[in-house]
């Protein structure tokens, strides 16, 4: 049987969310299409900081049946790199994603990232060449376009039936365990809107584009819970995106993200969208769509009021079997398909044509994360200006200034955060 040899860089709650669950069942119930026959998925190599949540793995029942190399400390992801896996899996915190994927790239691996790929438009621009120069797929997780409700929504726009978006607002709100304990260690000069907005900019960008352009990005928020009032710690982000469609009509989307909401809250991790079109209104809420769930001293904690079985679930089956499935886990199995179909999808003396074909796939290549990017780039910015006390700045896309610009209230000068077009 054909096999996929993976390693894991990062090893926290994203792996146990949706990682694990791939890898303990495709190692023995192989993914399948026509052009590859059945292919196995193997966890043969992580790589972590301190390598302790790997450690407690490989004692667990899947670890002692499927041993993979642990390795840790400082040179752990290089050190991972110099073995014969095929494919890396990258799910570190975001500010570490470039030099971990432009390793492995440079190591000839096929590379995934978790969203945000990069921070910044020239870590894309190097991202996207050395993947060409190397004959790898370089891929990053956004698991939200495969929601059952936004592929739906994106459906009935591409459809006709919604008809011009004109403006949106967005919403995702994370329990104060979040910021607190899951992810302490790394958010000390970080933001929600980073982590989590990113997920609503690729809904936008990919469900109404490609015909219309990005014009300006604006943004504040809030600091003083996990961090330092006039610190660069952020509580919350609102963040406004600005796209002019081509008969020069404006669509404005509003995202409002944080992580210190009560961690009693009902809805654990709150999400909402609104769409308005010309002939309609699209309105999605993940607690109304959803179940309640009240157990005994279980609830909120153990297990969630509002728990979103769509994205990811445990179930036991009709017909006897326990599953975990869930379009954030359908999602990574899509990548390993489309590197399957890379490497065993035909004859050798085709595979440049099917590589093309894969990076053609604008729903995850990093090629087609540019608007994404640089809209993280220039959020990023305009936050850190308002740390320096200047707040109310904007940063106007392919403008006469440059690809990025970044404009201070009452200064006619701007910074150019990006030379060239995004």
Same mark, same amino acid.
Do not use: M
């Given at each position: 049987m054909r096999v996929l040899r993976c390693g894991m860089i990062g090893f926290g709650m994203i792996f146990e969310d949706t990682y694990r669950p791939v890898f303990e069942r495709r190692h023995h119930d192989p993914l399948h299409s026509s052009a590859t026959g059945p292919v196995s998925i193997q966890l043969c190599a992580v790589a972590s900081r301190t390598g302790a949540r790997s450690a407690k793995y490989l004692g667990s029942e899947y670890g002692q049946r499927r041993p993979f190399t642990n390795y840790s400390g400082a040179n752990a992801s290089r050190t991972l790199l110099t073995s014969d896996v095929d494919v890396v899996c990258i799910a570190t915190p975001d500010d570490r994603h470039f030099v971990a994927a432009r390793d492995a790239i440079l190591a000839r691996k096929h590379v995934l990232i978790e969203k945000p790929s990069v921070l910044s438009l020239t870590e894309l621009d190097e991202l996207s060449r050395l993947a060409t120069e190397n004959g790898v797929l370089a891929k990053v997780v956004y698991h939200k376009l495969a929601d059952p409700d936004h592929k739906k929504l994106r459906t009935l726009y591409q459809d006709d039936v919604l008809q011009h978006v004109n403006n949106g607002y967005c919403s995702l709100l994370e329990p104060k365990s979040i910021s607190g304990g899951q992810f302490a260690e790394w958010i000390a000069g970080r933001n929600p809107a980073t982590y989590v907005a990113v997920h609503y900019l690729k809904l936008i960008d990919f469900t109404f584009g490609p015909n219309w352009s990005l014009?300006?990005?604006? /943004? *504040?928020?809030?600091?003083?819970?996990?961090?330092?009032?006039?610190?660069? *710690?952020?509580?919350?982000?609102?963040?406004?995106?600005?796209?002019?469609?081509?008969?020069?009509?404006?669509? /404005?989307?509003?995202?409002?993200?944080?992580w210190v909401t009560p961690d009693n809250f009902p809805g654990y991790v709150e999400q909402e969208v609104q769409f308005r079109f010309d002939n309609a209104v699209w309105c999605a809420h993940q607690r109304k769509r959803g179940v309640e769930l009240t157990v005994e001293n279980r609830t909120p904690g153990e297990l969630k009021n509002t728990p979103n079985y769509h994205y990811n679930g445990t179930f036991l089956e009709p017909w006897g079997e326990r599953s975990q499935r869930g379009y954030g886990i359908e999602v990574i199995e899509r990548f390993f398909l489309e590197v399957a179909n890379v490497e065993f999808g035909g004859p050798d003396a085709s595979r440049n044509e099917r590589l093309a074909l894969m990076r053609a796939l604008t729903y995850n290549d990093i090629t087609a994360d540019r608007n994404c990017v640089a809209i993280v780039q220039s959020l990023e910015a305009i936050l850190a200006r308002a740390v320096?006390?200047?707040?109310?700045?904007?940063?106007?896309?392919?403008?006469? /200034?440059?690809?990025? /610009?970044?404009?201070?209230?009452g200064n006619a000068t701007p910074l150019i955060l990006y030379e060239g077009r995004v």
């Open positions: 014009d300006r990005v604006l /943004a *504040t928020g809030q600091r003083g819970l996990v961090g330092p009032v006039d610190g660069p *710690t952020w509580d919350s982000v609102q963040l406004q995106v600005v796209y002019r469609h081509p008969d020069s009509r404006e669509a /404005a989307f509003d995202i409002h993200t944080s320096a006390g200047e707040s109310g700045c904007v940063v106007k896309v392919n403008g006469s /200034a440059g690809g990025l /610009a970044l404009y201070e209230p």
